[in-house]
């Protein structure tokens, strides 16, 4: 597995911006899809967006597409989300997470992802 820590949360008006970041150590970075998932309070985590092993394949959630940017630097071993136009409703934990398989492409299915971050408190005021 692979140690993942997320930092860059916070407390946001809504319409602000945060940016997250996501820094991993352990089996070689460059080989695996990364994602991010997130949990609000009383709710099941979700799919927020993803990035293939070689960043030229993203995907992202209906909920965030337009306003998030997912990308990564392999050179740091960093994967960041970019978080424009927050709205109250993307209050939660946001999960960084590592695919479990090198090599493969984007998905939204946490199955498919073996490690895990601590995660970071994201906050949007209204």
């Known amino acids: 597995q692979v140690q993942l820590a997320e930092s860059g949360g916070g407390l946001v008006q809504a319409g602000g911006s945060l940016r997250l970041s996501c820094v991993a150590s352990g089996r070689t970075f460059s080989k695996y899809t990364m994602g991010w998932f997130r949990q609000a309070p009383g709710k099941e985590r979700e799919f927020v967006a993803a990035?293939?092993?070689?960043?030229?394949?993203?995907l992202y959630a209906d909920s965030v597409k337009g306003r998030f940017t997912i990308s990564r630097d392999n050179a740091k071993n960093t994967v960041i989300l970019q978080m424009n136009s927050l709205k109250p409703e993307d209050t939660a934990v946001y999960y960084c997470a590592a695919r479990r398989r090198p090599w493969v492409g984007v998905s939204e299915l946490m199955g498919e992802y073996d490690s895990w971050g601590q995660g970071t408190q994201v906050t949007v005021s209204s």
């Open positions: 990035i293939s092993w070689s960043g030229g394949s993203t």
